[in-house]
């Protein structure tokens, strides 16, 4: 295929990077090596370094973490050394926050006092919560737990509803942002070897098989790599929702996401839009006009939904869910007009047998959800049910004629599944590893909730399989418990990595596990003297090691030099 035909694709298969990405480096280079004229590090323009800022998962420990060690990065003169920045999970909160200010870089203190005033402040209400659900419902072709994730969960964390868009975000004078999430279907298959997914704000895509669709145009149907049916671009609060969907694991993330509906639901109750009320009732008319003038009464709909959502729960803490079981039945047999009834009976669940109970509470959830929506029909029932994380259009559809082909699933499925990155790595080193990305040094920020070097040796084991360069990590036995505050992995033909643990016995002291507890990753919002303390602990981390950093760029200077 001749390159006229292939730039009339608008899905883009090859290696190399979006133009506009090759513009933003040429012009970025020239800060970097300014910056590093002020450092007094020698360097000609040709030995400027491609230097990666990571920012792992975490949650909320994560966005405040990140935003600490990069204030304290530009105290001290290093900032504007960072080409790329690149987050997963709740480091994309942060990323989220600081790109919503042109040239946030120049003027972080101030951006970063509007940000930390915000966090600290009241969360959004939950009648606004319930009106951005509705917007994602009735303008989206796809509706799945990542909207109501963001709607109610992400919200409660950075207090905001972000309707901008990635690319109304961008400004070429700071560090290049990509956010990172994985294809559930190739992170599931074993002979698939590419999940990783970046957005950036030009392109959407696959990194290492390299086949990208402009962010705009991410979700919009495609035929044969040509754009069939255009979906909106997502707005911050949804993009935050699906590169922060899993924030601990996966029992944890049950429970929490559990009384967050149910915390929802009760608001909704009482402040509900009145139109909703008559379409509920229109839908409920219809189907019961012949016997029942009167429609089923909604709050019975919920009810239902609040005794579904604490029977999880009784069984998640391993408790007898009977009466709550006994109640569902009795509401639905009752609005049913005794034709709605339930599958499975409650002598099925094996409390002593988590996995079946699992199971049991996975199938009745979902006989539940399905007898509710025979009745009402509504769109909120959808909600409780098991349904994808976030699904979009697969964007590399049909381009099985053009070669290099894209992973095998993304060419058949007209859909794709994506989700938080932590779930399977839980830092974006793939991002930054890309070849044509040309990264020379790595600095990898770890705000894990436990093992701080997990990212790191899964990193080092992932490149080995696909032969990509990546140093050696090998941690001394005495650190796994007590870990120092500044690593640095270096290998022939790869890029320097400087991983730096959150928690460490610098900053920490003997402390660590304290700090840990102190700030898991599943708890309310925190207060304003937690978040200072976290960003004064993060930035240490910083600070104490600003001169191994510039060693360590001045080195990245000189073996880009030699090269």
């Known amino acids: 295929m001749s390159a006229s035909k292939l730039q009339e694709k608008e899905v883009r298969i090859g290696h190399s990077l979006n133009k506009k990405e090759e513009e933003f480096v040429i012009k970025r280079r020239e800060t970097v090596f300014q910056s590093l004229q002020k450092l007094n590090i020698p360097c000609s323009q040709d030995a400027v370094p491609h230097i990666a800022l990571l920012g792992s998962g975490g949650g909320q420990r994560a966005m405040v973490g990140l935003l600490g060690s990069l204030v304290q990065l530009d105290k001290a003169g290093l900032l504007d050394c960072i080409l790329y920045l690149s987050g997963v999970s709740g480091s994309t ?55 109501l994730w963001a709607a109610v969960v992400v919200t409660a964390y950075v207090k905001e509803i972000d309707e901008h868009t990635l690319t109304d975000q961008w400004d070429h004078k700071n560090p290049f942002p990509i956010y990172t999430v994985i294809d559930k279907q190739c992170k599931q298959s074993i002979k698939e070897k590419d999940p990783w997914f970046e957005i950036s704000p030009h392109e959407a895509g696959y990194s290492l098989t390299g ?51 149910k915390e929802f639901f009760k608001h909704l109750l009482p402040t509900i839009q009145t139109e909703m009320f008559e379409e509920m009732r229109k839908v409920c008319s219809c189907l019961f006009s012949s016997k029942d003038p009167k429609a089923p009464p909604v709050e019975k709909c919920f009810q239902v939904l609040m005794d579904l959502m604490d029977m999880n729960l009784s069984v998640l803490n391993v408790k007898d869910p009977s009466a709550l079981d006994q109640s569902i039945r009795t509401t639905l047999n009752k609005l049913g007009g005794g034709k709605h009834q339930l599958i499975f009976p409650i002598e099925k669940l094996n409390l002593a047998d988590k996995q079946a109970a699992k199971r049991y509470m996975k199938q009745h959830t979902e006989d539940v ?3 509710l929506m025979k009745l009402y029909g509504h769109w909120f029932v959808q909600c ?9 259009r697969s964007c590399m559809s049909l381009w099985r004629r053009s070669p290099p082909k894209p992973a095998k699933a993304c060419q058949s499925l007209e859909t794709r599944d994506y989700e938080d990155a932590g779930l399977l790595l839980n830092s974006p080193f793939f991002s930054v590893l890309r070849k044509e990305r040309n990264t020379d040094l790595i600095i990898s920020l770890d705000f894990s909730k436990s093992d701080p070097f ?36 270096k290998g022939q033909n790869a890029p320097t990595v400087i991983h730096i643990p959150l928690f460490n016995v610098v900053n920490c002291g003997d402390d660590i596990k304290t700090w840990r507890k102190k700030y898991h990753t599943f708890q309310d919002s925190y207060s304003a003297e937690k978040i200072t303390d976290l960003m004064e602990v993060a930035g240490k981390n910083i600070s104490n090691n600003r001169e191994k950093l510039k060693e360590q760029i001045a080195a990245a200077v000189g073996k880009k030099a030699h090269n």
């Open 454 to 489: 997990t990212t790191v040796k899964q990193t080092a084991e992932m490149c080995k399989k696909l032969k990509i360069p990546f140093p050696e990590v090998n941690i001394p036995s005495e650190d796994l418990e007590k870990p120092k505050d500044f690593y640095v992995f």
């Open 211 to 261: 086949a990208f669709v402009e962010t705009c145009n991410f979700g919009s149907q495609f035929d044969n790599g040509s754009k069939k049916k255009h979906q909106p671009e997502m707005d911050m609060l949804y993009l935050q929702a699906l590169c922060g969907s899993a924030l601990a694991d996966g029992k944890e993330i049950k429970k929490f996401l559990l009384e967050k509906i």
């Open 369 to 371: 959800c399905n007898n």
């Open 384 to 392: 409780i049910k098991n349904e994808p994380m976030a699904r979009q």
């Open 93 to 147: 909160w942060c990323m989220a926050s600081l790109y919503q200010e042109p040239d946030w870089s120049t003027k972080l203190e101030t951006v970063k006092d509007r940000i930390v005033e915000r966090i600290k402040g009241p969360q959004v209400s939950l009648t606004d919560a319930m009106a951005k659900l509705k917007k994602y419902y009735y303008g989206k072709d796809f509706f799945s737990l990542t909207d």
